[in-house]
T-cell receptor, first 115, second 112 residues
Framework: DTEVTQTPKHLVMGMTNKKSLKCEQH?????MYWYKQKAKKPPELMFV???????INESVPSRFSPECPNSSLLNLHLHALQPEDSALYLC??????????????FGPGTRLTVT | QQQVKQSPQSLIVQKGGIPIINCAYE??????FPWYQQFPGKGPALLIA?????SEKKEGRFTISFNKSAKQFSLHIMDSQPGDSATYFC???????????FGGGTRLMVKP
C-alpha cells in the first residue's frame, strides 16, 4: 500500500478565515512533506518533517503553519491567506532514512481557492 | 547547481509512437532520479526511478536511459496510448531523497 490521503479535496476560504489541511499515511514513513503546485508548474517544496520534527522550511510565509502530531499525520494550518495562495497543496511521504528507499509518494492534493 | 532542465515543454505523438522526454542536471551529488506522471487535478504518481550506477531501467512500457558523464537522463514510453496523456516531471535528489528538485514538466498528448 503506497497511499497518502488528503482532506479536504477542495477548499474555498476567505482571506480572514482559518482552515487546516490534513494528510495521513500508514506506510511507516518517517519523512513527510508539504508542496504547493500552481497550474502548469512543478510542485514547490514548502516544508519537510523528519521523525516528526520540522527539518526544512523553504522560507514559507508565516500564514502557513505546519504541524506533525504523530508519525502518520501531517497538518497545514492556514490563516490570513492571499488570493495568490490559491493552488493545489500536495502532501507526500517517504521512508526518510539513509540507506533506505528514496521513493516519495504523493497524495491527491487539496485544491485551495482563496477569495 | 540545484536546477533540473526538462524538455520539451509539450509533446504530441500518435498512438503507438515513442515519446522521449529529456532532463539534464548540474549537481553531481544527485544520486536518485525519479519520473512522475500527473493527470489533471491529481497528485503526481511515481512512475519509475533510476540510480546512477545503471544506464537503463525498464518497467513495463516505460524506460529510463541515464548518461552519467553527460549528466542527462530521459524517459521513453513504448507503444504510447491515449491514456498516457498527462504531464510528466523528472526530478533529482540526494540526501535520502528528502529534497526533490523537479524539472519544469512536459505535457504529453497521445492522439488516437
Amino acid at each position: 500500500d503506497t497511499e497518502v490521503t488528503q482532506t479536504p479535496k477542495h477548499l474555498v476560504m476567505g482571506m480572514t478565515n482559518k482552515k487546516s489541511l490534513k494528510c495521513e499515511q500508514h506506510m511507516g514513513h518517517r519523512a513527510m512533506y508539504w508542496y504547493k503546485q500552481k497550474a502548469k508548474k512543478p510542485p514547490e517544496l514548502m516544508f519537510v518533517y523528519s521523525y516528526e520534527k520540522l527539518s526544512i522550511n523553504e522560507s514559507v510565509p508565516s500564514r502557513f503553519s505546519p504541524e506533525c502530531p504523530n508519525s502518520s499525520l501531517l497538518n497545514l494550518h492556514l490563516h490570513a491567506l492571499q488570493p495568490e495562495d490559491s493552488a493545489l497543496y500536495l502532501c507526500a511521504s517517504s521512508h526518510g532514512m539513509r540507506g533506505s528507499s528514496y521513493e516519495q509518494y504523493f497524495g491527491p492534493g487539496t485544491r485551495l481557492t482563496v477569495t | 547547481q540545484q536546477q533540473v532542465k526538462q524538455s520539451p515543454q509539450s509533446l504530441i505523438v500518435q498512438k503507438g509512437g515513442i515519446p522521449i522526454i529529456n532532463c539534464a542536471y548540474e549537481n553531481t551529488a544527485f544520486d536518485y532520479f525519479p519520473w512522475y506522471q500527473q493527470f489533471p487535478g491529481k497528485g503526481p504518481a511515481l512512475l519509475i526511478a533510476i540510480r546512477p550506477d545503471v544506464s537503463e531501467k525498464k518497467e513495463g512500457r516505460f524506460t529510463i536511459s541515464f548518461n552519467k558523464s553527460a549528466k542527462q537522463f530521459s524517459l521513453h514510453i513504448m507503444d504510447s496510448q491515449p491514456g498516457d496523456s498527462a504531464t510528466y516531471f523528472c526530478a533529482a535528489s540526494n540526501n535520502a531523497g528528502n529534497m526533490l528538485t523537479f524539472g519544469g514538466g512536459t505535457r504529453l498528448m497521445v492522439k488516437p
